[in-house]
């Protein structure tokens, strides 16, 4: 019961992170300074090595873009081009993930099919529209077997689209601060620790809890003012459930979608790939304000119920800070923006899926969608572009599973067979254990194969994965499938 409530406020789950660039303070060493496109594309240059960096205050042996945990925070405007120079350092494959654009899945855009052999490069280059939607976006890897290990060693990195969102007024005036959160489980040399079996399956989670690559940074609250976090949940598996102590805090967005107006938030529960939006007024008592991860049981106890041998995973200390918000010099008065942008508007669906999660024996069939574990070489799913479809997601498991779908975000219209009161866009959607969702899909702009797939990467990586081919049949006119 409590549980379902925190869903409804977060409209889903799934955890952020944050890379601090507009505040600074004692904690945020390395504030990172975002690159920004220019005279309309960005530029950069890539590269995935293993190396020692520090996390948190320690010396650790990570997985890193350009050295840094999380990556560099790339800024680009709707409408922009974007070159990816991409190498990989790694000992191992690898390829890269722009997780939540609305861009082409083949060729050398966000194609998952492409594997980038160590020691070679890969260039990678799209073009986001300019109708594509403002918000926080990211990159990571997304070679099927080793997503969990990469990500686990510390790649991902954060991406801003800038659009419509970012034109409103308030908005505009808020000072803002991206938090990339993620987990790892290091000894105390600070090597990353191989994961258990059991590890393997429930999902690898760690008890070192980096927000941008530090512990518990100070945020600045601007008094007066209004504060913009954007929270990005880059965790392997870990379900963060997070709350702001003793303060307000008003949703405008999740992952790259922003809602109809701010929305109160209680606690806000993010899965693994997960972005939230969310503003903070500085208009109470000025003093400091704790970011709090507090405890969330995506189905542990099920999980040892149904195994024996193995050690017990050691889950997470229950409870622990995100950041630390501290008021700052009072700046010209800001409110809450009372409206946002209007939720686009679907044709009505033309076809029923379901999709069933649960879970098989082992190795590649470890995962199932359907029954099936994941094939490289078989297509799942084919659409039509042009249309709507309704997916009916049901998780017949004792584990949470967030379903992600990549080229397009879906509209969660219901939970449990019963319609949601704010039908949040998103594009991954957790769905605990022995639930359903009911989505609508609307398939738009971009044919060609890619996947979904549940975003705890261990899972993906054991096979609860499918393909999915968007096709233009002789049914497709170019009418848009969302009308604005
Ligand atoms: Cu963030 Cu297919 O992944
Ligand atoms: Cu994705
Ligand atoms: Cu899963």
């Given at each position: 019961m409590e549980r379902r409530q925190f869903l409804q406020y977060a409209g889903s789950s799934v955890a952020a992170i944050a890379l601090a660039q507009c505040t600074r303070s004692a904690n945020q060493q390395r504030p990172q300074l975002p690159l920004v496109s220019a005279d309309g594309s960005l530029t950069v240059g890539l590269t995935a090595t293993e190396q020692k960096v520090n996390l948190a205050g320690q010396s650790a042996q990570l997985l890193a873009y350009n050295g840094q945990v999380p990556g560099p925070l790339w800024e680009v405007q709707a409408g922009n081009t974007v070159v990816v120079n991409f190498?990989?350092?790694?000992?191992q494959p690898t390829n890269l993930h722009f997780h939540g654009?609305?861009?082409?899945?083949?060729g050398n855009a966000d194609n998952v099919f492409v594997s980038v052999p160590s020691g070679e490069q890969f260039r990678y280059e799209f073009a986001i529209t300019p109708t594509h939607p403002g918000g926080l976006f990211w990159y990571h890897p997304h070679h099927h077997g080793l997503v969990a290990e990469q990500l686990a060693g510390g790649l991902a990195g954060p991406l801003i689209v800038r659009g419509?969102?970012?034109?409103i007024p308030e908005i505009r005036a808020a000072s803002e601060t991206v938090l990339v959160l993620q987990d790892f489980d290091l000894t105390w040399r600070g090597r990353r620790r191989e994961p258990t079996p059991i590890f393997r399956r429930w999902g690898r989670q760690g008890d070192l809890i980096a927000v941008n690559g530090d512990r518990a940074p100070a945020v600045t609250i601007p008094q007066r003012g209004l504060l913009r976090l954007r929270l990005l949940n880059?965790?392997?598996?870990r379900i963060y459930r997070l709350r702001l102590e003793n303060h307000p805090w008003h949703l405008i967005g999740m992952d790259g979608s922003t809602l109809a107006a701010p929305l109160a938030l209680d606690d806000l529960i993010l899965a693994p790939g997960n972005r939230a939006d969310v503003l903070v007024a500085g208009?109470?008592?000025p003093g400091a304000y704790t970011l709090m991860s507090l405890p969330y049981d995506r189905g542990i106890s099920d999980m040892m119920a149904a195994m024996e041998g193995d050690a017990v995973p050691r889950v997470e200390a229950a409870t622990g800070a995100i950041a630390q918000l501290q008021y700052g010099d009072a700046t010209a008065e800001v409110s809450l923006p009372p409206t946002l942008l209007p939720s686009p508007v679907l044709a009505a669906p033309s076809r029923r899926r379901e999709f069933v999660l649960d879970h098989g024996i082992?190795?590649?069939?470890?995962f199932l969608i359907n029954g099936r574990g994941f094939a490289?070489?078989?297509?799942?799913t084919t659409v039509q572009l042009g249309t709507v479809e309704a997916w009916h997601i049901v998780n017949k498991a004792g584990m949470d599973h967030p379903f992600h779908l990549h080229t397009n975000a879906f509209q969660i219209v219901g939970r449990n067979g019963a319609p949601v009161p704010t039908p949040l866009w998103q594009d991954v959607v957790n769905i605990p254990a022995y639930e359903s969702v009911d989505l609508l899909v609307p398939f738009a702009d971009f044919v060609g194969k890619t996947v979904y797939h549940c975003h705890i990467l261990d899972h993906e990586d054991q096979g609860m994965m499918g393909i999915i081919e968007m096709q233009a049949g002789a049914a497709y006119r170019p009418t848009p499938p969302i009308m604005t």
């Open positions: 190498t990989n350092g790694l000992a654009l609305h861009i082409p899945p083949t419509a969102v970012d034109e880059a965790s392997t598996s208009d109470r008592d082992d190795g590649e069939q470890a490289h070489d078989r297509v799942d």
